[in-house]
């Protein structure tokens, strides 16, 4: 799986949007981007992934550039209920297929 | 619809003894995964097991660990002989057979070595 590369750190005022870059310039053809955050002592929790479109959920946007090689996490409007360790990864998709890679992750913290 | 379980969520042992930790995966999901966590870490990946099939242990300490998945009942990751570098969050997670791969995590164990 590829690696991806973001800030260790971001904060963001609440009720803005908040925007979490990730750059996987190594990603193959065949990756998709997952996103999924870790709120303090929580199991992780998944929350968009995207092949080569832009994708929208309830929770988040996930924009993927023209050339696939970085993407960003858009939350629209930012709660304190989104302070957590965000982590991007990519990988294939698959039945069952294998481990998630996390990295390091971008600790967002919403400041009100 | 239930999410992944874990127990206990907490678990204190002292080195030498063994640990057990359990996890039911969502209904309708046959893959069960472990990771584990050290504290100011991120998530490491240790095994991914399918109904009475370990698929990939890669990530698992070849001496003291073991895993299950058996017909009947939950995932089962097994320490022993537990040292104090045991002491992480321990992290289940699960996924459907539809040909996807997102997954749902429990709560984690915290596993305590005094």
């Known amino acids: 799986d590829a690696k991806t590369t973001q800030p260790t750190s971001m904060d963001c005022a609440e009720g803005r949007a908040a925007n979490l870059p990730c750059n996987h310039s190594t990603i193959s053809g065949n990756e998709y981007v997952y996103w999924y955050r870790q709120i303090h002592s929580q199991g992780p929790q998944y929350i968009i992934h995207g092949l080569k479109n832009n994708e929208t959920n309830e929770m988040a946007s996930l924009i993927i550039t023209e050339d696939r090689k970085s993407s960003t996490l858009i939350l629209p409007h930012a709660t304190l209920r989104d302070t957590a360790v965000y982590y991007c990864?990519?990988?294939?998709?698959?039945?069952?297929?294998?481990?998630?890679?996390f990295g390091t992750g971008t600790r967002l913290t919403v400041i009100p | 619809n239930a999410g992944v379980m874990q127990n206990p969520r907490h678990l204190v042992r002292r080195r030498g003894q063994e640990a057990r930790l359990r996890c039911s995966p969502m209904k309708g999901h046959s893959h069960v995964y472990w990771y584990r966590q050290l504290p100011e870490e991120g998530l490491k990946f240790m095994v991914y097991?399918?109904?009475?099939?370990?698929?990939?242990e890669s990530g698992m300490p070849k001496e003291r660990f073991s895993a299950e998945f058996p017909k009947e009942g939950p995932s089962i990751l097994r320490i022993q002989q537990v040292v104090r570098g045991d002491s992480a969050a321990y992290f289940c997670a699960s996924s459907p057979d539809r040909g996807d791969n997102e997954q749902f995590f429990g709560p984690g164990t915290r596993l305590t070595v005094l």
């Open positions: 990864i990519v990988r294939v998709q698959k039945t069952g297929a294998n481990n998630l890679f």
């Open positions: 097991l399918q109904k009475e099939n370990i698929i990939d």
